[in-house]
């Protein structure tokens, strides 16, 4: 008996194994451990009962990890769809739906041999990688390649570098299993038994004989497990001065039983709550139009059905609350809940007006828990345990069943799209979803992206629209400052306009709060030499280095591969100590902003506050009890938080994002612009918007301040297609590494000439090979090629085929279908 198996390989399609003929074979959705080439994996069956190929020996299963499916039936079918639409190896995808501390794999360790020493002393000062990686085994002990990677300060050849090594006998390669199949945690709890309940009630220190005399220590033990009839656990007993071998000796007496007994470690408890707290529900009243938008929809929700509605809602029209009223309908059917956020940030707050709804019954899943939290969030999901499951994109695999209603919040936001294989954007996989379980989808935003809005506006989704805020409050009013003009009278350091600091000055005179967006993190964004022009740049990647003060002085830090170096005082190339830093990130707008607001309570919302867990939630959490004054940050507070103090939103450079090579620059521009005026006067004082810009006649600055999002995607929409790019067309995005520019530019005109040359290249129009706008990225040269079409799936058969044709490139290949970003 054979069957069908994915791991999680790039690029590998689903292997066949034999079933051991001692035992039934396991279902679909089991996990089990199979070898691939030297290597021991965690796979997923994916079919069961398969025919086995012809003349072939065929490896059996090492070990089945699971008697019944592990992933439920249709998380395999959603993440197989997955897999084939955007290119991506199945086992990669099915490995994104599993939880984590769900997977055993072998590690390849390395040690030096006598040999190696003997190799090592003849030549200690050799050069090259293998000289680099026998002194580094050297030091002692068994490293992984990994390890070995970061005592060889990286070296590239590594993986080259073991195996000359190997061939000759200098180091010894040995495999061993790491990861478990279970994550659950497990505690020891102490309860009295029948005998020892009666000796706690007797008298001290004998049983109820009298004949067995106790210890202070397991009279104290008794005293303290008298009164808990679950028991206790064990490490609660040790902090109150019970050690483990009184219970022991307790046990060994009949008088104490301990048992393993599964804790779920619970994101709640630590903070992953709401951060603002929730409005009561008898306070909240719908508007005519949430009213008329929820009559609409709930029938969606009471006849099972797949169906898409759009919600084109402007800032502060009350999206959530029809989102809860939906989710009441769809519980109300015993049926379930998907909600997904595009940023952790959102996370808690969604959660927990949801939990205010829904008590206990509501779970959690984005990367900013802990691999713990994550386990047991998950497994609830997975048992039954829950009826809504709020989180960022890896939600959309949750092995949520019975789900009735979808709801995609932010879905214009990038977020949605993960940027490393798969390369799935987690909207759209979103419907796939909800059309295999027949569920409604809705999708909200104030700025929907041109796709979602064409679907709509062909028919294909149901619009539905919000054009008043809550209370018919007035959208922020919105104020242009032209940067040209304030560089000309304030000189070229200007950050803060002089509109902009008289607006903050006023509005914390007034207790009131204000916020600061620049989306570009760090203090300054480039160091140059201002007598040759020499700029910082990172040795990995095709990036200036960005300037961030840290503990330890400034430093020059690269934001794709995380290289760093100190500012230097003097240029390496021509030594004069003319250095300066350019540029304006979020840390430097935070240092101006205390300059002009003398005791003011600022703090800064990027990735790098956001490094420690929960601070993004602390600092929320602060705004919203108002002991902040001003919020600095990147486009983390732009969207979805309300805040009703806010009343004063400043856009530091609104064109930051406009001079990208990207088709998607100005759809962009026009969405954080509209969402973070969006963030004013939400509460009952009116709001103002101020935005410095190099480029006021641009006119998606010019509409996004009218907040006209029907002229947007209109000039938008006929820009696109005359150009051709999506919506008006698909698109496939190619991208070939390579160790020199040469290869990677060989690799990519190999893959273009085969696509022109095939057989469906009347359906597709191929474009390059052209290096890539981030010509390197760490240590990897780019090349690029762009397939524009009417038809993704002949666009995708035709280009999968090719690789296929060309193992070599594919390896070095990233395809990225309906690309969010062309960098």
């Not at 991506?88 to 995808?93: D, L, P």
């Not at 068994?142 to 390890?147: L, M, V, Y």
């Not at 960005?546 to 503990?551: D, K, L, N």
Request: proline share 5%.
């Amino acid at each position: 008996m054979f069957v069908s198996v994915v791991v999680p390989v790039p690029s590998l399609e689903a292997l066949t194994y034999r079933v051991p003929d001692d035992r039934t074979a396991p279902p679909r959705g089991a996990r089990v451990l199979v070898s691939v080439g030297q290597r021991q994996l965690t796979g997923c069956i994916v079919a069961s009962d398969v025919a086995g190929p012809d003349g072939l020996q065929i490896r059996e299963i090492d070990a089945v990890l699971d008697d019944e499916p592990f992933l439920p039936g249709f998380v395999i079918d959603l993440a197989l769809w997955t897999a084939e639409y955007y290119g991506a190896g199945a086992g990669e995808v099915v490995a994104a739906a599993l939880p984590p501390m769900a997977s055993i794999a072998s590690e390849r360790r390395i040690s030096i041999t006598p040999q190696g020493r003997a190799r090592l002393e003849a030549e200690p000062s050799g050069g090259g990688a293998a000289a680099k990686v026998l002194r580094a085994l050297a030091t002692g002990g068994a490293f992984t390649i990994r390890e070995l990677a970061t005592r060889t300060d990286g070296v590239s050849s590594v993986d080259q570098a073991i195996r000359l090594l190997a061939r000759d006998g200098s180091i010894a390669l040995q495999q061993s299993l790491r990861g478990r199949a279970s994550g659950f945690r497990l505690v020891r709890v102490a309860a009295l038994t029948a005998q020892g309940q009666e000796v706690a009630d007797g008298p001290a220190g004998a049983d109820e004989a009298g004949d067995l005399r106790l210890g202070e220590r397991q009279n104290e033990a008794l005293l303290a497990l008298k009164g808990a009839a679950d028991g206790l656990d064990v490490r609660s007993l040790a902090h109150q001065g019970i050690a483990s071998a009184t219970l022991r000796r307790l046990a060994g007496r009949g008088l104490v039983a301990i048992r393993s007994e599964r804790r779920e470690r619970d994101p709640f408890d630590a903070g992953g709550g709401a951060a603002v707290p929730a409005e009561p529900r008898s306070s909240r009243i719908l508007t005519s139009e949430q009213e008329a938008a929820f009559q609409r929809l709930r029938p969606r929700v009471e006849r099972p059905g797949f169906h898409v509605a759009l919600i084109h809602g402007v800032t502060g029209s009350g999206k959530t609350e029809l989102y809860l009223r939906l989710a009441a309908a769809t519980v109300r059917r015993e049926r379930r809940v998907l909600m997904l956020v595009p940023e952790i940030a959102l996370t808690p707050a969604m959660a927990g007006a949801f939990r205010t709804e829904f008590g206990s019954r509501v779970a959690i899943q984005h990367s900013g828990l802990s691999d713990g939290e994550r386990h047991d969030q998950w497994h609830r999901i997975r048992e039954g345990g829950v009826d809504v499951v709020v989180g960022t994109r890896s939600a959309v695999f949750a092995p949520l069943d019975r789900t009735g209603l979808v709801i995609v919040d932010e879905e214009h936001d990038a977020s949605y799209k993960q940027e490393e294989t798969p390369r799935y954007n987690g909207r759209d996989v979103a419907i796939v979803r909800a059309r295999q379980q027949g569920a409604l989808v809705v999708l909200g935003s104030a700025t929907p992206s041109l796709e979602s809005y064409r679907n709509a506006t062909d028919g294909r989704y149901e619009l539905v629209a919000l054009e008043r805020r809550v209370l018919d409050r007035p959208l922020a009013s919105v104020r242009v400052v032209n940067m040209r003009d304030e560089l000309a009278a304030q000189g070229p350091d200007v950050v803060l306009s002089a509109a902009l600091v008289e607006a903050l000055q006023s509005r914390i005179a007034r207790g009131e709060q204000a916020m600061l967006l620049l989306n570009r993190r760090g203090y300054a964004t480039a160091v140059f030499c201002r007598q040759c022009g020499a700029t910082l740049e990172c040795p990995n990647c095709s990036v200036s280095l960005t300037v961030h003060h840290e503990r330890r002085g400034a430093r020059a830090r690269c934001h794709y591969c995380n290289y760093s170096a100190a500012v230097p005082k003097a240029c390496s190339a021509c030594a004069a100590p003319y250095i300066e830093q350019i540029g304006v990130g979020t840390a430097r707008v935070e240092t101006e902003a205390a300059k002009v607001l003398p005791g003011a309570r600022i703090a800064r919302v990027d990735r790098d506050a956001a490094q420690r867990r929960g601070a993004i939630q602390a600092i929320l959490r602060r705004v919203a009890a108002r002991e902040l004054d001003v919020v600095v940050g990147t486009q983390m507070i732009a969207k979805g938080h309300d805040f009703p103090a806010v009343t004063l939103v400043g856009v530091i450079s609104a064109d930051v994002g406009l001079g990208l090579p990207d088709f998607r620059a100005a759809e962009r521009t026009f969405q954080l612009l509209t969402q973070v005026a969006g963030r004013a006067g939400r509460g009952e004082r009116a709001g103002e918007a101020i935005v410095q810009t190099l480029f006021p006649e641009h006119y998606s600055i010019q509409l996004a301040c009218r907040q006209d999002y029907r002229a947007f995607f209109e000039q938008e929409s006929a820009f696109r297609r005359a150009m051709r790019y999506p919506p008006a067309v698909g698109l496939i995005n190619i991208v070939v590494r390579g160790g020199s520019f040469g290869d990677a530019m060989t690799g990519a005109a190999d893959i273009a000439a085969a696509l022109r040359a095939h057989p469906a290249r009347e359906q597709m129009r191929v474009l390059g090979p052209a290096p890539a706008p981030l010509g390197k990225v760490r240590g990897a040269y780019r090349a690029q090629v762009l397939l524009k079409g009417a038809s993704r799936t002949a666009m995708r058969r035709a280009l999968m085929e090719v690789l296929a044709a060309h193992p070599a490139v594919q390896r070095r290949a990233t395809i990225d279908v309906d690309p969010l970003s062309m960098m």
